[in-house]
């Protein structure tokens, strides 16, 4: 009898069959909007269910499909694949653009992170406007990282998951090479930090304007 009653409450802490918890899983990305880690999942599903292996069968079962389970930093998502992306192109009206300096200041912080806006500045030759960091990290593609350790203890930028989800990327060292960034003309060729601005630039005096937003562009 006592073994009988060992083995009936060992069985209620018996995790579900791995198929059970694969269709869990699937629910869970299915209803969340944003990425979710595996120790979010595992703390949503039932005692002994093993959320990374489950992650590894469903991903699997979902390749070649026109929905995918892709990887986010730390999360998982459910996304349209990327080769259908041209299908959604008709419900999405774009109706401002990044401006040339937030692409590079984006850039720049995504292949340097964490990197201070000091940094930022002797990388562009060119001052950052206040504008626009603010506005980056109001669209929540840039956050600040930890402060380093020079004199002064300045305050570091890094990508967010955000960004990486809204480019598709997993994490930072799949975004492209610097030259092919400069080949589709989204980094231009900088004189090299102190050289004077050539006159009439523009884009440099544009920059310096106090408060002036320039993020997006008519």
Not at 58 to 72: A, F, I, M, N, P
Not at 76 to 89: E, I, V
Not at 203 to 211: A, F, I
Request: glycine share 8%.
């Amino acid at each position: 009898m006592a073994d009988d009653t060992q083995d009936k409450e060992q069985s209620l802490f018996e995790a579900p069959p791995m198929a059970e918890q694969e269709r869990m899983i699937e629910a869970v990305l299915f209803a969340t909007s944003e990425p979710i880690t595996l120790r979010e999942l595992e703390s949503r599903l039932p005692h002994g269910c093993d959320a990374g292996e489950a992650m590894v069968h469903l991903r699997r079962r979902y390749e070649g499909r026109g929905v995918q389970v892709v990887k986010v930093g730390d999360g998982y998502a459910m996304r349209t694949a990327a080769d259908l992306g041209f299908l959604m192109q008709k419900e999405t009206v774009e109706t401002r653009k990044l401006s040339r300096a937030a692409i590079e200041t984006l850039a720049i912080i995504a292949y340097h992170q964490p990197v201070t806006r000091a940094e930022i500045e002797e990388i562009r030759g060119v001052s950052v406007s206040r504008g626009t960091v603010d506005q980056l990290l109001e669209l929540e593609w840039i956050r600040f990282g930890r402060r380093k350790m020079t004199p002064g203890r300045p305050v570091t930028f890094v990508v967010t998951d955000g960004f990486l989800d809204h480019f598709g990327l997993e994490n930072a060292r799949d975004l492209p090479g610097l030259k092919e960034l400069r080949a589709a003309g989204l980094l231009e060729n900088r004189p090299p930090p102190g050289a004077l601005p050539l006159a009439g630039d523009g884009e440099d005096e544009e920059e310096t304007t106090e408060g002036q937003s320039e993020l997006f562009e008519d």
